[in-house]
């Protein structure tokens, strides 16, 4: 091997590489020789660079779960394993409460997706859930928003997905189902109701959502349903 050749190597070897997201996930990968790098370095690397850096917010992921506001003239020293940051023009960071703790956001709405990252959590595996105390806990679509601008702070969990869900039809019975995406028509045959009836969810405010033979339907936790005749009254 050349010195060339082994010079090159070494420089390979010294490179550290950057995963840098903005507040909607778009991802910028970024490498670096320099190991310590300043809030304003790190603002000058999204597309197009956040300027003044003074605009930028810049969040470092220390480890799952933890968040840490660089400011311009802050240094960070990367590591050679993994270097995660959330950086967008923001005037302040927003909180929220993750299984317990304490985390900031570069935006007024955090969503499923951005959580589970932030908790270093397989989407495939894991899901978030809103966390209430006037309703029942609120299971998130992974695409869902959420507004941190309330009055108080948003408070979530994150749990294993389950297999299977529980199903109760008109306050009579309750069936298993599996967890995924049904076409109405198939949930009917799946509840064991007649596929001439008409099918509608009970939200967590009791409201009733009439639901279509061809609508598509996720099923991601406990569920009520009341089934009824297509010209109205009991089922």
Not at 91 to 115: E, P, T
Request: proline residues 7%; aromatic residues 6%; negative net charge.
């Amino acid at each position: 091997m050349t010195q060339a050749g082994l010079h090159h190597t070494s420089r390979q070897a010294e490179r550290f590489h950057l995963a840098i997201y903005d507040a909607d996930l778009n991802l910028v990968e970024a490498g670096t020789d320099d190991g310590i790098l300043t809030g304003r370095q790190l603002a000058e690397m999204p597309t197009p660079p956040i300027r003044p850096a003074a605009e930028a917010r810049v969040l470092h992921l220390q480890r799952p779960g933890s968040v840490e506001d660089i400011g311009p003239e802050e240094t960070v020293r990367l590591s050679r394993a993994n270097n995660t940051f959330f950086i967008g023009r923001s005037d302040r960071l927003y909180s929220a409460i993750v299984d317990d703790s304490r985390i900031d956001w570069l935006s007024s709405k955090i969503g499923a997706r951005i959580i589970l990252l932030i908790m270093d959590l397989d989407p495939e595996k894991y899901r978030v859930v809103r966390v209430r105390t006037d309703t029942a806990d609120e299971p998130l679509p992974l695409d869902a928003m959420i507004s941190l601008e309330g009055s108080g702070v948003e408070a979530f969990r994150t749990e294993r997905i389950p297999q299977f869900v529980t199903a109760c039809i008109n306050g009579e019975r309750e069936v298993k189902l599996p967890v995924g995406i049904y076409l109405v028509s198939k949930l009917l045959e799946l509840l064991g109701i007649d596929p001439r009836q008409v099918l509608n969810v009970v939200g967590p405010d009791g409201s009733f959502e009439e639901l279509e033979p061809e609508d598509k339907f996720t099923v991601d936790r406990d569920l009520k349903f009341i089934s009824q005749p297509p010209c109205g009254g009991a089922a």
